[in-house]
């Protein structure tokens, strides 16, 4: 179920832990693809985006929140994400903050039209993926299912799930640019 943004500060000021699952369920596919242009592990992945909700969720919850909750999230990923990369001597981009703020520039340029040409062309090469990396991906991407649930599915283990789902993002990161992609899952939803 997708959430709008004044349901999920709504939850946030009243304390309300389901804030969490509102926040997951719209935007944690898009963070996960947005932290891999830093991060390349699928895990360390997983866990910077969960931190981050976390950390929103604890020093935010209960006060009067401003802005827009997506942007926030978004400079929240790139930020522990670089932090990251650093920690790891592996640094991707010099100037986050600049390489953010240019993201959400752009994504406030897209009109429908434009959202939906993009989304015909990333499920256009969505299509062109290799056959079970394209089922791996629409399991996970279009149906939403977990690693777990995928791997059981098509009778093999999660790292193999995770690693053709990786596969997948990473091709069509390289075919379609960063930007459009994470536009694809925000739009997904």
Not at 28 to 54: G, K, M, N, P, T
Not at 65 to 82: Q, T, W
Request: charged content about 30%.
């Amino acid at each position: 179920m997708v959430y709008s943004e004044s349901e999920i500060v709504h939850a946030l000021e009243a304390g309300n832990e389901i804030c969490l699952n509102m926040l997951f369920d719209n935007y944690y596919r898009a963070l996960c693809v947005y932290a891999f242009r830093f991060v390349s592990d699928a895990d360390d992945v997983e866990d910077i985006v969960q931190e981050v909700f976390v950390s929103f969720w604890m020093n935010k919850k209960r006060t009067v929140f401003s802005g827009s909750v997506r942007s926030y999230l978004f400079g929240a990923v790139a930020k522990a994400a670089s932090k990251f990369a650093t920690r790891r001597g592996r640094v991707m981009f010099d100037d986050v903050e600049k390489y953010v703020d240019q993201f959400l520039e752009e994504l406030g340029e897209y009109d429908e039209d434009e959202f939906a040409c993009l989304r015909d062309k990333v499920y256009a090469r969505v299509e062109a993926l290799p056959e079970r990396t394209k089922e791996i991906f629409k399991a996970v991407v279009l149906n939403n299912l977990t690693y777990q649930q995928v791997g059981e599915r098509f009778g093999i283990t999660v790292n193999t799930v995770k690693t053709l789902y990786y596969r997948a993002l990473k091709q069509l990161k390289e075919e379609l640019g960063g930007n459009a992609l994470v536009l694809f899952f925000i739009i997904l939803r």
